[in-house]
């Protein structure tokens, strides 16, 4: 990994890692509101809010199935192949651990005098 991140040359392949990391968060944050309302569908009295709940159900499953498909078809998750999903999450560890190394701020970070003081 180059460590001259600041040039735009040296960001290739990063969009790609931030679309699937925002799609994978997509996905969990949907897997989280499936599970939540099934709670809630097992602890209501009335036919009313359980047949609210049973639609929120049904369309946060078909949401997870859409979110899943597309990362399929990307190539970012790969639920029926172990091997190449183990693959592709050693890939971003790895670059995980490489962009954590990274020295984000260069020398003295002091900001003392950019900013307008009044003088004494």
Not at 28 to 40: E, H, P, Q, V
Not at 84 to 102: L, R, Y
Request: proline residues 3%; glycine residues 4%.
């Amino acid at each position: 990994m180059n460590n001259d991140y600041l040039e735009i040359r040296n960001a290739e392949g990063m969009p790609k890692i931030v679309d699937s990391t925002a799609a994978l968060d997509f996905l969990l944050s949907a897997k989280t509101g499936i599970r939540n309302c099934a709670i809630a569908l097992t602890e209501t009295a009335t036919p009313e809010v359980r047949t609210v709940l049973h639609n929120q159900l049904k369309n946060a499953i078909n949401m997870h199935d859409e979110i899943s498909n597309l990362m399929v078809n990307k190539g970012w998750f790969h639920p029926c192949d172990l091997d190449k999903q183990f693959q592709t999450d050693i890939e971003s560890s790895n670059t995980a651990v490489q962009i954590s190394k990274m020295e984000l701020f260069h020398g003295n970070t002091s900001r003392l005098g950019t900013f307008a003081t009044p003088e004494k």
